[in-house]
């Protein structure tokens, strides 16, 4: 990074975690209480205890996703009971996670703030105060809502009360750190906040960097306790690349002469191979109750985004079983594919919330909405082939197409999108025991490619609920939910996306005998429409040249088990556990989908000690593990498997005065796996192990 910008930053905002040295341990022991049980309000849009939710809702607070050693937000899924995490390995490019087998959509703040594929940058999960799963359907409310569930980021917001800190992280691939966070009153009604962060980092991969500087202020204006006014700004700027090198299955995870390929390694060429952008977002955030019984939500964002992505990668899809140019399988054909995109984002989403009863036994909450957003998104991309012994590249050789795009590039994709959604929803609590949920929504949606009109359709979706506390403790629900998923941009056959459209059949049983205490299980089954998948086909402008793009496929269904438990034992002992099954497959096929394991489960647990009056200690770790996989291609009939893996993660912490000082590892044990090898003809590699101190102050 820049030394002048770097220093700027730093000097703007000077703090880190909210939560204080000496409240350490209350504070994580409380943290399963706040997040699991209490609040689940994004489901529903209302300020709705999860056991009260006629659904699984899991909400990870940023105090959890930092002890457990995240550092972007899908680590933040790791310990989610339906969530792949990382389904193609530690990715610098993309966020997101696999929900039920389903790629997730990625909200900020309830707004969907990611379109179409490589637009835009990844959020910082320093920025946020918790990161919210939705898991099944969530179109009724949210419009643009992935089939198998959401994911959204819930932004820092000014506080009333002075907080912050300032930290300071070293860690593996010589990353080096600086984070701050700064809130507290300005006057009597009005707020401030400062997150920022600045990183200068390797990954991974080898001639990868992931730099970055982040800063985001934000205001609150509270005139008096009915009304608040929040605008959150944000500047981000990524120096980075692509630590997805699609490396071919020879020479990975199928035998080579010559060996296995370093899983670090870098098959592009330094200084050129890059996936820098840059991010502006506004947002403004206004709630005013009229009475105890009328309340608005009114919320609005733009986004405007650039992004330059230059990668190089392997020619392997051809011939996944002999990709190789010689007899001793060491030279291959390389791609050189750059893109430059602008992504522009209007989104707004306003309710207004009623308060009522129907007899002395029967609430309602009955809330009545509308959302709009709008989208363009703008690629000018090309490709050109080279040859490389991939065994020892001489990088030298390869082209920097004078630091620009190769030749011959073009407008590749010019969408623009428009979609308006009316939904209305009323909850009632039948003698504060039972609720019933009830929702429809329309949806018009409108979409242009180069100027030509490609999507003109509508949608209802309905969603209903029933959960109830039939004797202490026990709270069994069911739901069914509909979805309508309209996706901006082209296949790789140039055709534009229709929409996504599926439905989802859930029943469970919420158990929660303790304040400290919430066990879910939940057993659901999903059917999809147009689902995207990645394929290879061969390039109709460059005969022999073969790309990689997404093409929808017909019908899939996604169907499992789910059991979460969180649990607060004596001595503050914190546990988090997780176990999930899910069968998903194109419908017809018995074939499970690409990439999506049957089993994954974890396990988390944390042990405070008060060593003295002013010192404390937190101990933790966790297991994770992720079953076998396998991926069918005309090379695979049968399938080829990627093991499964197990990962240990551990963290310590002291707790001094207002210093805290912590060291998180993950893949502690430095196992050496691939997240996922698909029959087209690529490995990603997995997480190798990152251990990081990092030392904090607070104020």
């Not at 629900?477 to 140039?494: K, L, N, Q, R, Y």
Request: hydrophobic content about 35%; proline content about 5%.
């Amino acid at each position: 990074m820049k030394t002048i910008r770097i220093m700027a930053v730093c000097c703007t905002a000077l703090v880190s975690l909210p939560a204080m040295a000496e409240e350490a341990a209350d504070v994580r022991s409380d943290i399963i209480v706040t997040g699991e049980r209490e609040n689940s309000g994004l489901a529903l849009k209302t300020d709705t205890p999860a056991i009260q939710t006629p659904q699984p809702v899991t909400v990870i607070p940023e105090e959890l996703y930092t002890a457990q050693g995240a550092i972007s937000v899908s680590d933040t899924l790791r310990y989610v009971a339906g969530v792949q995490s990382n389904p193609y390995g530690p990715d610098s490019r993309v966020d997101g996670g696999f929900v039920r087998g389903i790629n997730a959509l990625q909200f900020r703040d309830g707004m969907r703030d990611i379109y179409s594929y490589y637009a835009s940058i990844r959020a910082d999960p320093y920025n946020f105060s918790s990161v919210q799963v939705i898991r099944g359907p969530a179109s009724v409310l949210f419009g643009q809502g992935s089939l198998g569930g959401i994911i959204n980021l819930e932004s820092k917001k000014p506080q009333f009360e002075s907080a912050g800190d300032v930290s300071l992280l070293y860690g593996s691939h010589d990353r080096k750190e600086m984070l701050a966070d700064l809130t507290g009153p300005i006057s009597s009604t009005l707020a401030g906040r400062v997150v920022a962060r600045v990183r200068d980092s390797g990954t991974q991969t080898d001639h990868v960097p992931d730099d970055r500087v982040m800063i985001s202020p934000s205001l609150t204006w509270r005139p008096d306790a009915r009304t608040d006014l929040t605008l959150i700004g944000l500047y981000q700027e990524d120096d980075g690349g692509s630590t997805s090198q699609f490396l071919p299955l020879v020479g990975t995870i199928l035998p080579n002469p010559n060996g296995r390929l370093k899983n670090s390694l870098f098959v592009g060429k330094p200084g050129w191979d890059r996936y820098d952008g840059r991010l502006l977002q506004g947002t403004a955030m206004l709630g005013h109750r009229f009475s105890d019984a009328v309340k608005v939500n009114l919320k609005t964002r733009y986004i405007d985004s650039d992004l330059t992505y230059f990668s190089h990668y392997p020619n392997s899809y051809s011939n996944p079983t002999d990709p190789y140019l010689d007899e001793d399988q060491r030279l291959i054909t390389l791609i050189a594919s750059g893109s430059k995109a602008r992504m522009e984002i209007f989104s707004t989403d306003n309710n207004v919330q009623f308060d009522f009863n129907t007899g002395s036994a029967v609430e309602h909450k009955l809330l009545a909405g509308v959302d709009y957003s709008w989208n363009r998104v703008r690629k000018i991309s090309g490709r050109a082939r080279e040859t490389i012994d991939i065994y020892n590249i001489d990088r030298d050789a390869l082209s920097d197409f004078g630091g620009g795009l190769p030749p011959g590039s073009a407008l590749s994709e010019d969408t623009r999108q428009e979609q308006l959604g009316l939904y209305l929803q009323d909850q009632a609590r039948f003698a504060d025991r039972v609720s019933v949920v009830v929702g429809v929504r329309r949806d018009k949606v409108t979409s242009r490619s180069f100027g030509v009109k490609a999507i003109d359709d509508s949608a209802t979706s309905f969603r209903a609920g029933v959960i109830g506390e039939l004797v202490s403790g026990v709270s069994p629900f069911f739901s069914f939910t509909e979805s309508f998923e309209p996706i901006a941009g082209t296949t790789v056959d140039g055709d534009v996306y229709r929409p996504k459209r599926g439905r989802q059949f859930e029943a469970g049983v919420k158990f929660h005998p303790g304040e400290a205490t919430l066990l879910t299980i939940t057993a659901y089954h999903i059917k999809e429409r147009n689902r995207p998948v990645s394929v290879a086909i061969d390039d109709p402008d460059n005969p022999g040249n073969v790309i990689t793009g997404m093409r929808q496929i017909g019908e899939a269904f996604s169907k499992g088990i789910e059991v979460e438990g969180s649990t607060v034992l004596p001595g503050e002992f914190q546990i988090l556990a997780n176990f999930s099954y899910n069968k998903a497959e194109m419908a017809g096929t018995g074939q499970q989908l690409d990439n999506v394991p049957k089993y994954n489960s974890s396990l988390w647990a944390t042990r405070p000690f008060q060593l003295s009056a002013d010192v404390s200690l937190l101990l933790g770790g966790g297991v994770r593990h992720t079953g076998a996989q396998r991926s069918y291609g005309a090379a695979f009939p049968d399938g080829l498997r990627t093991p499964g893996y197990t990962l240990v993660d551990a963290l310590a912490e002291v707790n001094w005065q207002n210093w805290s000082f912590r060291v998180n590892a993950t893949n502690l044990l430095g196992k050496r796996f691939y997240s996922s090898c698909l029959a087209r003809g690529d490995c990603f590699m997995g997480e190798a192990r990152n251990v990081f101190g990092t030392v904090s102050y607070h104020f």
